[in-house]
C-alpha cells in the first residue's frame, strides 16, 4: 500500500497542512521561490500559502513537518511512451511507474502509445487506440501518477472530422510527428493545424531515427509543420547538428522540449541557445521512457542537475524546466505552488554526503537531492523514496484524530 493515509478517499474534503518548510520552490520562472514557510489544502487543492501565523491550520487532518526542508511541485514527465497500465513491452518492465513516482514524477504526458503490439494504423482503429488509452488512464492512476495520455500517431487515411471527433472525446494531444506513416511535410502540416483547430496540442520526433517507423525529419521541415513542441530536440537518441538545433530554436518560437534518453551535449547546446535568446520559459523537460534506452526512474531528476550544473543556471529555474513550464505549455493545472492549483508536492532535502551546504547548491553541484515525501492531490502516497539517495532530514506526517 502506497497511501500512507489510506482513508478517507482523496477527493473528500481532508484538510492537509505542510508546515515549517524550509525553502519553498513555486515551479514559476517570474517567482522560483517563494517567502513561505506552510500550506494548506483542502480536498487536494492548495488553499493558503504562506508564513504559519497567517493561514489558517485550524481543523487539519493531516500534518506533514517539512523539517525545514525543500518543497516543490511534483515534476512532470513531458515525453513518455505508455501502453496501458504500469506494463512497457518495449523492454519487458513492469512497475516503471511506481519507479519513476519515486523519482519525484507525479505526472506523465504521452507522446504517443506507439509501443503497443499491433498498434493500428487504420481511421478507426487509430481514434480508438487514442480513446481507449485516454479512458483506461482516466480511470485508473499506477501509483496515483496522473497520465495524460491518448496521443494517437499521424497516419495516412485520417480526415478532419477524426481530430474533431477525438477532440469531442477528450483527446488532448496528438503523438510524435514523424513516427506515423504519415511522411511529406504537406499532409503533416495540414493534420497538425487541424489538430490545434480543435484545441490539441502536438510535437515532432526531432533527430535521427529511434525505432522501426520513424524518420528523419529536418529542421526546415519541423518549422513548416510547426508544432507546439519540438519534441526531444537533443535527440531521442540520436541529435541534430549544432546548426540544425540553432535553425529550430530560431526559426520557432514553441517550446523546446530536452529528454533524458537524448544526446546530452545537444541538450546543453539548446539550454545555452535558450539562454543567450532569453528564452528559458521555453524550455520543457521529458524522459522519453520507456524506450530502447530503458526506463530512468530518476531521468527527471538526472535532468535537473545535468542542466543546473554544466548549464550553470541557478537550480531553482531548472526546477521550473519540469514543473511550471511544462504545465503552461501543456495547459495543466498543477506544476505551480499557488493557490487553486492541485497540491502535487514533492518534500526533498540535499543528499547524505553531498558537498552541497543547501540543497539548491547539491543540485548546482550535479548531485540529486533525496525524496522524503510525494503527495499527489494531498494525498501523502510514499516516504521516503526508494530510489533517490537518503535525504540528510527526512518530514514526518501524522493524522489528527477528532
Same mark, same amino acid.
Given at each position: 500500500?502506497?497511501?500512507?493515509?489510506?482513508?478517507?478517499?482523496?477527493? =473528500?474534503?481532508r484538510?492537509?497542512v505542510?508546515?515549517? %518548510?524550509g525553502?519553498l520552490?513555486?515551479g514559476?520562472?517570474e517567482? &522560483?521561490?517563494?517567502?513561505?514557510?506552510?500550506i494548506?489544502?483542502?480536498a487536494?487543492?492548495?488553499?493558503?500559502?504562506?508564513?504559519?501565523?497567517?493561514?489558517?491550520? =485550524?481543523?487539519?487532518?493531516?500534518?506533514?513537518?517539512a523539517? !525545514?526542508?525543500?518543497?516543490?511541485?511534483?515534476?512532470?514527465?513531458g515525453?513518455?511512451?505508455?501502453?496501458? !497500465?504500469?506494463? #512497457?513491452?518495449?523492454?519487458d518492465?513492469?512497475?516503471?511507474?511506481f519507479n519513476?513516482?519515486?523519482?519525484?514524477?507525479?505526472? /506523465?504526458?504521452?507522446? $504517443?502509445e506507439?509501443?503497443?503490439?499491433?498498434?493500428?494504423?487504420?481511421?478507426?482503429?487509430?481514434?480508438?487506440?487514442?480513446?481507449?488509452?485516454?479512458?483506461?488512464f482516466?480511470?485508473?492512476?499506477?501509483?496515483?501518477?496522473k497520465?495524460?495520455?491518448g496521443?494517437?500517431l499521424?497516419?495516412?487515411?485520417?480526415?478532419e472530422e477524426?481530430?474533431? *471527433?477525438?477532440?469531442?472525446? $477528450?483527446i488532448?494531444l496528438i503523438? *510524435?510527428?514523424?513516427?506515423?506513416?504519415?511522411?511529406d511535410?504537406e499532409?503533416?502540416? @495540414?493534420?497538425?493545424?487541424?489538430?490545434?483547430?480543435n484545441g490539441?496540442?502536438?510535437?515532432?520526433?526531432?533527430?535521427?531515427p529511434?525505432?522501426?517507423?520513424?524518420r528523419l /525529419?529536418a529542421?526546415?521541415? %519541423?518549422?513548416?509543420?510547426?508544432?507546439?513542441?519540438?519534441?526531444? %530536440?537533443n535527440?531521442?537518441?540520436?541529435?541534430f547538428a549544432? #546548426?540544425?538545433?540553432?535553425?529550430?530554436? *530560431? !526559426?520557432c518560437? @514553441?517550446?523546446?522540449e530536452?529528454?533524458?534518453?537524448?544526446?546530452?551535449?545537444?541538450?546543453?547546446?539548446?539550454?545555452?541557445?535558450?539562454t543567450?535568446?532569453?528564452?528559458l520559459?521555453?524550455?520543457?523537460?521529458g524522459? =522519453?521512457? &520507456?524506450s530502447?534506452?530503458?526506463v530512468?526512474?530518476? !531521468?527527471?531528476?538526472? /535532468?535537473?542537475?545535468?542542466?543546473?550544473?554544466?548549464?550553470?543556471?541557478?537550480?531553482?529555474?531548472?526546477?521550473?524546466?519540469?514543473?511550471?513550464n511544462?504545465a503552461?505549455?501543456?495547459q495543466?493545472?498543477?506544476?505551480?505552488?499557488?493557490p487553486?492549483?492541485?497540491? =502535487?508536492?514533492l518534500?526533498?532535502? @540535499?543528499a547524505?554526503g553531498?558537498?552541497? @551546504?543547501?540543497l539548491?547548491?547539491?543540485?548546482?553541484? $550535479?548531485?540529486? &537531492?533525496? %525524496?522524503?515525501m510525494?503527495l499527489?492531490?494531498?494525498?501523502p502516497?510514499?516516504?521516503?523514496?526508494?530510489?533517490?539517495?537518503?535525504?540528510?532530514?527526512l518530514?514526518?506526517?501524522r493524522?489528527?484524530?477528532a
Amino acid at each position: 500500500m502506497l497511501d500512507l493515509f489510506p482513508d478517507p478517499a482523496p477527493s =473528500d474534503e481532508r484538510k492537509v497542512v505542510i508546515e515549517n %518548510i524550509g525553502l519553498l520552490l513555486s515551479g514559476r520562472l517570474e517567482e &522560483p521561490i517563494l517567502d513561505a514557510d506552510t500550506i494548506v489544502a483542502v480536498a487536494g487543492t492548495i488553499v493558503e500559502i504562506g508564513k504559519a501565523s497567517h493561514c489558517n491550520t =485550524d481543523g487539519a487532518d493531516i500534518i506533514v513537518d517539512a523539517c !525545514g526542508t525543500t518543497v516543490c511541485p511534483g515534476l512532470i514527465d513531458g515525453h513518455t511512451h505508455p501502453t496501458f !497500465g504500469e506494463y #512497457s513491452p518495449r523492454t519487458d518492465n513492469h512497475s516503471w511507474i511506481f519507479n519513476c513516482l519515486h523519482g519525484g514524477t507525479t505526472t /506523465m504526458i504521452s507522446a $504517443g502509445e506507439v509501443h503497443i503490439a499491433g498498434r493500428p494504423s487504420d481511421r478507426i482503429g487509430v481514434k480508438a487506440l487514442a480513446i481507449a488509452a485516454q479512458r483506461s488512464f482516466s480511470a485508473m492512476r499506477p501509483a496515483g501518477v496522473k497520465m495524460i495520455a491518448g496521443a494517437p500517431l499521424l497516419e495516412e487515411g485520417l480526415l478532419e472530422e477524426d481530430f474533431q *471527433e477525438m477532440a469531442e472525446a $477528450g483527446i488532448e494531444l496528438i503523438g *510524435e510527428v514523424g513516427i506515423g506513416s504519415v511522411a511529406d511535410v504537406e499532409t503533416a502540416s @495540414r493534420m497538425v493545424a487541424w489538430a490545434r483547430a480543435n484545441g490539441m496540442r502536438s510535437l515532432t520526433h526531432t533527430g535521427g531515427p529511434s525505432i522501426p517507423g520513424s524518420r528523419l /525529419m529536418a529542421a526546415e521541415e %519541423i518549422i513548416e509543420i510547426d508544432p507546439d513542441v519540438i519534441g526531444h %530536440i537533443n535527440g531521442g537518441h540520436t541529435a541534430f547538428a549544432h #546548426s540544425e538545433i540553432r535553425c529550430l530554436c *530560431e !526559426g520557432c518560437s @514553441r517550446a523546446i522540449e530536452i529528454v533524458h534518453n537524448g544526446n546530452s551535449f545537444a541538450a546543453l547546446y539548446a539550454l545555452r541557445l535558450a539562454t543567450e535568446m532569453g528564452q528559458l520559459e521555453r524550455i520543457v523537460l521529458g524522459t =522519453d521512457g &520507456p524506450s530502447g534506452a530503458g526506463v530512468p526512474a530518476l !531521468g527527471m531528476l538526472r /535532468m535537473i542537475a545535468m542542466l543546473a550544473s554544466f548549464g550553470e543556471l541557478p537550480a531553482e529555474q531548472v526546477f521550473c524546466f519540469a514543473t511550471g513550464n511544462t504545465a503552461r505549455v501543456h495547459q495543466l493545472p498543477q506544476g505551480v505552488i499557488a493557490p487553486g492549483r492541485p497540491a =502535487d508536492l514533492l518534500i526533498m532535502d @540535499r543528499a547524505q554526503g553531498t558537498a552541497g @551546504r543547501t540543497l539548491l547548491e547539491s543540485v548546482e553541484l $550535479g548531485d540529486l &537531492p533525496g %525524496i522524503g515525501m510525494v503527495l499527489i492531490d494531498g494525498v501523502p502516497l510514499l516516504r521516503p523514496s526508494r530510489n533517490t539517495p537518503p535525504a540528510t532530514v527526512l518530514p514526518t506526517a501524522r493524522r489528527v484524530l477528532a
